[in-house]
């Protein structure tokens, strides 16, 4: 009898995404101890197959994104979806997880990586200010230098996964302020389509770029690494509608296989990716024996991404040779185990015990599909101009993240005013549902 595979919150139809999932965190890890273990991304064997930036890494993070936009969608487009809800969920499925990765990366970790003994750790101010920079900033803001590492490029990266944490906040914010705007998952999809184009064309033609320095001109947004990750997202986004016509057409997989294929010729596949990539996941997601590794663990792909940049940093200190794959090989195990950890003590509890509490408490906006259908006009905008302030504010925090920057004060201020009107807009829907069941009381 074969055992059943755990239950997730995704597999209403797709039992194979945990797998793809799985398979993608190890290839982010595989990837990185190439650039660990030698202190160069070309090495990487897909990179040296493909040319530069086709490392397998890359091709995995993206994979994430499109998963996300496409599932976030579908959940987004169901019937019983809530936008206030949509955002404590996503807040509590990786915040928590984030937390206890970093505090375990500096606590535990940290004595491997800086050289300090545990109680000159525990002692020390960086170590402490590392924990709460990282959380408070959602990313790798640590200070504490991995004195030990073999390449200097490496000594300021306790955990170079982190990257990717504050963009895939700002793709939950952008999808749901389109939601809000549109009320359409047709209409979302056209625009993600279309914000995926210029994303991807932008820096080509010259309407994007990546240099900072040259942020100050008006006529070029500054996307920073926006552009790796938010065409995917939305391409995710733009296929759920596709999807949702077509369901595993096998002329759709045929084309998205063969376009992704030819456009290898003229080296555009990681632009084509976007757009082929997601017909193919969602395929594969239909096969639920990709999932059989973690019947006995449950989904871990999570905690392997967020810990497998510092044990393999590890790992790669304490092997002479750099050999990436004996790196890799020595850092499965401590990678596995941490990441069976982080889901039995952090994100099962979460999931069973405190996002059920959360979410019982927090108001609906209403029970229709479009929430904003039944709010008067004022509150419509009120709601609106809540999720885009937030969303912008996301944004924004992504184009100068660091606290000690010309620009912390006024960010503070910025966000201090997006809180107000979050909160200003939950106060006002409390009321409008206190006054319905008054009303129905009565």
């Known amino acids: 009898m074969e055992t059943a595979l755990p239950k997730t919150a995704n597999h209403d139809g797709f039992p194979g995404f945990d797998g793809v999932r799985w398979l993608a965190a190890w290839a982010v890890v595989f990837s990185h101890s190439y650039s660990i273990a030698t202190g160069s991304k070309a090495l990487d064997p897909l990179a040296s197959l493909l040319g530069d930036g086709n490392s397998f890494g890359n091709y995995a993070v993206r994979a994430f994104f499109i998963l996300s936009g496409f599932l976030l969608m579908r959940s987004l487009d169901h019937e019983k979806s809530d936008p206030l809800r949509f955002l404590f969920n996503r807040l509590l499925r990786i915040v928590p997880g984030f937390c206890f ?79 809000m705007l549109l ?31 040259a942020g100050s001109n008006l006529l070029q947004l500054p996307l920073m690494m926006l552009d790796t990750t938010l065409p995917y997202f939305c391409g995710g986004v733009a296929f759920h509608s596709i999807h949702k016509r077509w369901p595993y057409s096998p002329k759709i997989l045929a084309i998205a296989a063969l376009a992704l294929l030819g456009s290898g010729f003229f080296r555009l596949q990681i632009e084509f990716f976007a757009f082929c990539a997601p017909a193919l996941i969602v395929w594969i997601g239909r096969w639920a024996w990709i999932s059989r590794p973690m019947r006995n663990t449950g989904d871990v792909s999570y905690g392997i991404y967020l810990f497998g940049w510092p044990v393999t940093l590890v790992a790669a200190l304490k092997i002479n040779a750099p050999s990436p794959l004996l790196v890799f090989f020595a850092s499965v195990p401590f990678v596995l185990l941490f990441g069976f950890l982080m889901r039995r003590w952090v994100e099962n509890p979460v999931n069973d015990c405190l996002k059920p509490a959360i979410l019982r408490r927090i108001p609906r906006f209403a029970k229709s599909r479009a929430p904003v259908s ?69």
């Not at 230098?145 to 700002?170: D, M, Q």
């Not at 979302?188 to 240099?211: E, F, H, K, N, Y």
């Open 101 to 179: 990765a970093i505090i375990v990366t500096i606590l535990v970790l940290g004595p491997f990586l800086s050289g300090l003994n545990l109680k000159e750790l525990l002692l020390s101010d960086e170590a402490w200010s590392s924990i709460y920079w990282s959380i408070a900033g959602l990313g790798d803001f640590s200070s504490l230098p991995a004195h030990a590492s073999r390449y200097p490029s490496l000594a300021g990266f306790v955990n170079g996964s982190l990257w990717s944490i504050p963009y895939e906040l700002v793709c939950y914010l952008f999808l749901l302020s389109l939601h």
């Open 183 to 213: 009320r359409s998952a047709k209409a979302v999809g056209i625009v993600a389509t279309i914000v995926s184009l210029i994303t991807l064309l932008g820096p080509r033609m010259g309407w994007t770029t990546t240099d900072m320095a």
């Open 374 to 442: 039944s709010l008067s006009g004022l509150q419509q905008w009120i709601q609106r101009l809540a999720y885009w302030g937030f969303f912008l504010g996301l944004v924004r925090f992504v184009f100068y993240p660091w606290p000690g920057s010309a620009n912390w004060f006024g960010n503070q201020i910025y966000q201090l005013g997006i809180l107000a009107c979050l909160v200003a807009l939950t106060l006002r829907i409390a009321q409008r549902q206190r006054r319905g069941n008054s009303t129905a009381q009565a």
